[in-house]
């Protein structure tokens, strides 16, 4: 499940040929999720607060999702990491969901968030 449309025509460069790459305009609900019959689903969205907040929703459907980490994420957060604020949006901010998620993957993510305020979006994996 890819998160932004650009990425998501870019994707098979990042995560392989071996998925079935899905997109949809706005955000992923359950009512959605539902509909799909898999073995594998893998999560690869932007590695912000909305995205983990995508993650653990996916998650209650599909308990096994994994969400995409890239092997060189930490070298591509250090070169392309950008402010959590956005022009005219105000600051992102961690759900509950996500707060309290014991997830590591989320749990790392989240934390660094805090730590720096700032994020990765997946667009930098196709730099």
Same mark, same amino acid.
């Given at each position: 499940?890819?998160?932004?449309?650009?990425?998501?025509?870019?994707?098979?460069?990042?995560?392989?040929?071996?998925?079935?790459?899905?997109?949809?305009?706005? *955000? #992923? +609900?359950?009512?959605?999720? =539902?509909? %799909?019959?898999? *073995?594998?689903?893998?999560?690869?969205? &932007?590695? &912000?607060? /909305? +995205?983990?907040?995508? $993650?653990?929703?996916? *998650?209650?459907? $599909? @308990?096994?999702?994994?969400?995409?980490? @890239?092997?060189?994420?930490?070298?591509?957060? #250090?070169?392309?990491?950008? @402010?959590?604020?956005?022009? &005219?949006? +105000?600051? !992102?901010?961690?759900? *509950?969901? #996500?707060?309290?998620? =014991?997830? @590591? %993957?989320? /749990?790392?993510?989240?934390? !660094?968030?805090?730590?720096?305020?700032?994020?990765?979006? !997946? =667009?930098?994996?196709?730099?």
């Amino acid at each position: 499940i890819v998160e932004n449309l650009d990425s998501f025509l870019q994707a098979e460069k990042v995560v392989g040929t071996n998925w079935l790459l899905l997109h949809t305009y706005g *955000r #992923v +609900g359950k009512e959605w999720l =539902q509909k %799909i019959s898999c *073995r594998e689903v893998l999560v690869f969205s &932007d590695y &912000d607060f /909305v +995205g983990l907040k995508e $993650f653990l929703l996916v *998650r209650e459907v $599909f @308990p096994g999702a994994r969400f995409f980490m @890239p092997e060189h994420y930490e070298a591509l957060w #250090v070169k392309y990491a950008k @402010p959590l604020k956005k022009r &005219d949006e +105000g600051e !992102q901010l961690a759900t *509950r969901r #996500v707060s309290e998620s =014991q997830h @590591p %993957i989320v /749990v790392s993510i989240r934390e !660094q968030l805090l730590r720096t305020g700032k994020f990765l979006e !997946q =667009q930098a994996l196709f730099v």
